[in-house]
């Protein structure tokens, strides 16, 4: 298939695949792996302290990095057609998902639609507010995590990918010190939860 067929076809499958996309540490892919298996999103994992203790709140930031030329859509794109960028995390015995935030992306204009869309370029942080169960035990514990998203460049979109991840979360013992983290990421995250 030349390239001019293909990218006729690709904004097809993008209506195809929107029925059906599932909801919404180091990092997940390379730019050399993205280029080389469709990726084009890189995603680090980061927590706001050092050490979880059962029945505690806590935060994770999922920093997305879109290669340039790239854009991808934010979670309420404009137009019901697209895409938007989802996180989802997989059921886990010991941690609740309490709120996922998800920032407004900003305005632009491509070849390949006649309207405005939001869209995350460069750099994007999303948020998690986790809660640890009150039974769960010490020690290490890995979230499995799936970021699902469509890029496109100014004329066409790849077809819609999802990139699994993990967010490593130390457990520790009720009473044991921890140490907050990166407050410069978390203290402009404004989940609703802690606003009530």
């Known amino acids: 298939m030349n390239r001019t067929a293909a990218k006729k076809i690709v904004p097809f499958l993008a209506l195809i695949f929107a029925g059906f996309l599932p909801a919404g540490l180091s990092f997940a892919s390379s730019a050399g792996r993205a280029q080389q298996d469709g990726q084009v999103v890189e995603v680090k994992a980061l927590l706001s302290q050092d050490a979880v203790r059962p029945g505690e709140t806590f935060k994770a930031a999922i920093i997305l990095k879109v290669q340039p030329g790239y854009h991808i859509n934010d979670n309420a794109?404009?137009?019901?057609?697209?895409?938007?960028?989802?996180?989802?995390?997989?059921?886990?015995?010991?941690?609740?998902?309490?709120?996922?935030?998800?920032?407004?992306g900003h305005r632009g204009r491509f070849a390949y639609s006649q309207a405005e869309l939001m869209v995350y370029e460069?750099?994007?942080?999303?948020?998690?507010?986790?809660?640890?169960?009150?039974g769960i035990p010490a020690g290490?514990?890995?979230l499995k995590a799936t970021l699902s998203y469509q890029a496109c460049d100014n004329t066409s979109c790849l077809p819609p990918r999802d990139l699994p991840f993990e967010v490593a979360v130390s457990i520790v013992q009720a009473g044991r010190e921890s140490h907050d983290l990166h407050p410069e990421i978390f203290d402009k995250i404004p989940f609703r939860t802690l606003k009530k």
């Open 77 to 104: 794109p404009l137009d019901e057609f697209l895409i938007p960028t989802t996180l989802a995390f997989d059921d886990n015995p010991g941690l609740d998902v309490v709120e996922i935030y998800y920032p407004s």
């Open 140 to 142: 290490p514990l890995k």
């Open 122 to 134: 460069g750099e994007a942080v999303l948020g998690a507010l986790l809660k640890a169960k009150a």
